[in-house]
């Protein structure tokens, strides 16, 4: 960052100390001194400060965290639910952080500041660090007992606290976007097709998994993001834990940490009543299609031009990684050897232009962005990174799109649709069902070509 960006970080690090400093002495009634203050890196959906402090000068330093949302950007829920749900469940003996503040108004922005826990989040870390080796094993049955106890809540504890439909929300973000994507199509009907029966309302955490828990070398210590909170099929958080991309590339179902035996054990143990199988495996399927179209949405508030963020760029081009999932999990694909096209020679470029070539320069960038800026401060270094991802599908992109354009419309033409609406359509409405091994064989192919450029690193890896 240039000596202008510094300035600007800490001109609102230092406005920012002083509103909570402000807020906290009213709150508490007497003394407080942020002593630090400091943005922290992650969080596509709003910013992350922690904040240090004391209330006397003889008293320890407290850790907080603050959670707000992005300037300029849309509200999307109601923070007095989120934080409603998070006490219910804490006052319930869920381990969740305790909450001192929350509100619509801290610089027009809505908030929450809580205790800060000691731990890990980062999935890499937690699935892979020696550190975390002897808690990983019990980690599984321990989220079955949490999410039990979740689940005894009683949602009318929480005011405000909205019914979700799950499929019916899925199908109206999908309708909302407007955009083919006939992967997801397939998914959708699947799901419409196959629907367990309901069950009793519940409160449903709407983001549990890894990620979203913070684990020290003892084992887990708290559930946090309460914010997609709600009532509905108490079932979904099993399913949305054991989705494919909360296990960050492991062989194990819940959350990479270990079995589904041995969470459904573990919720049986603590009073839930576990699904059967095949309940299970829908639920797996919705969290698979449910966070393809969250990746889409998040992107759609980079395109929308509302929020300048490299990261909910980037997330745009995850969808493919979800809808090849969704034929994985379907029996529609298997994982096949991933070769990236960066592997290949790129100074063989066309006259007249001198090198470096554009995909050389491309590169560079990237390599400085990786080597360079990545050993910044936190946040910046993590834009860095996932800048340098970006770089990396816009080269593949470059290399292979005429030749993807040119398939896919073959693909189209051979199943007599003129574009993808054309064959969302007859996915939906059974049209082409005395083809759909062809339908599936044309899906299955965009969808390779997709990730070859978005992440072909996916291909390889098992439902």
Request: glycine share 12%; charged share 25%; with cysteine.
């Amino acid at each position: 960052m240039d000596g202008a960006g510094d300035r600007v970080a800490m001109t609102e690090a230092s406005g920012l100390a002083g509103l909570l400093a402000s807020r906290l002495r009213a709150l508490w009634g007497g003394d407080v001194e942020i002593t630090g203050i400091q943005r922290l890196p992650g969080g596509a959906s709003r910013e992350s400060w922690g904040v240090q402090l004391r209330t006397g000068t003889l008293d320890p330093e407290r850790r907080l965290i603050l959670l707000r949302d992005p300037a300029g950007a849309v509200p999307r829920r109601d923070v007095a639910v989120e934080a409603g749900a998070l006490a219910a469940a804490r006052a319930a003996g869920v381990p969740a952080p305790e909450l001192y503040d929350h509100g619509a108004d801290l610089e027009g922005r809505s908030y929450l500041l809580m205790e800060r826990l000691t731990g890990e989040t980062i999935p890499r870390r937690l699935l892979r660090d020696d550190a975390y080796a002897a808690a990983r094993p019990g980690l599984a049955r321990r989220l079955g007992e949490v999410l039990a106890g979740i689940h005894r809540v009683d949602p009318d504890a929480v005011p405000g606290l909205p019914r979700v439909d799950a499929l019916g929300e899925a199908v109206r973000m999908y309708r909302e976007f407007g955009e083919p994507r006939p992967a997801l199509e397939i998914g959708l009907r699947w799901l419409a097709e196959n629907r367990p029966a309901e069950c009793r309302d519940g409160l449903v955490h709407g983001d549990f998994r890894t990620g979203n828990l913070i684990v020290g070398e003892d084992g887990l210590r708290g559930v946090l993001d309460w914010e997609l909170a709600h009532r509905g099929d108490p079932r979904e958080d099993l399913g949305w834990l054991c989705t494919k991309a909360w296990r960050f590339g492991s062989p194990s179902p819940v959350g990479g940490f270990g079995s589904r035996d041995e969470l459904m054990a573990g919720y049986s143990a603590a009073g839930g009543t576990p699904p059967d199988p095949a309940t299970q495996r829908w639920w797996e399927l919705y969290g698979t299609v449910r966070w393809g179209l969250l990746c889409r949405r998040q992107a759609a508030r980079y395109l929308a031009g509302g929020e300048r963020s490299i990261e909910l760029a980037v997330l745009g081009r995850r969808v493919c990684e979800q809808e090849y999932d969704v034929l994985l999990a379907l029996g529609h694909a298997a994982p096949r050897p991933a070769i990236d096209p960066l592997d290949r020679d790129v100074t063989a470029q066309g006259a007249p232009h001198d090198r470096p070539h554009a995909p050389e320069l491309l590169r560079a960038v990237r390599e400085f962005l990786t080597a360079e800026v990545a050993e910044s401060e936190p946040v910046l270094a993590f834009h860095a990174r996932v800048a340098a991802n970006a770089l990396r599908i816009a080269e593949r992109e470059a290399m292979l799109a005429g030749g993807h354009a040119r398939d896919h419309r073959a693909r189209l033409a051979s199943l007599g649709c003129a574009d993808d609406a054309a064959l969302c359509a007859a996915i939906r409405d059974g049209s082409l069902d005395q083809r759909f091994d062809d339908v599936v064989a044309a899906v299955r192919a965009m969808t390779v070509d997709k990730l070859t450029v978005a992440n072909p690193a996916h291909l390889s890896r098992p439902g």
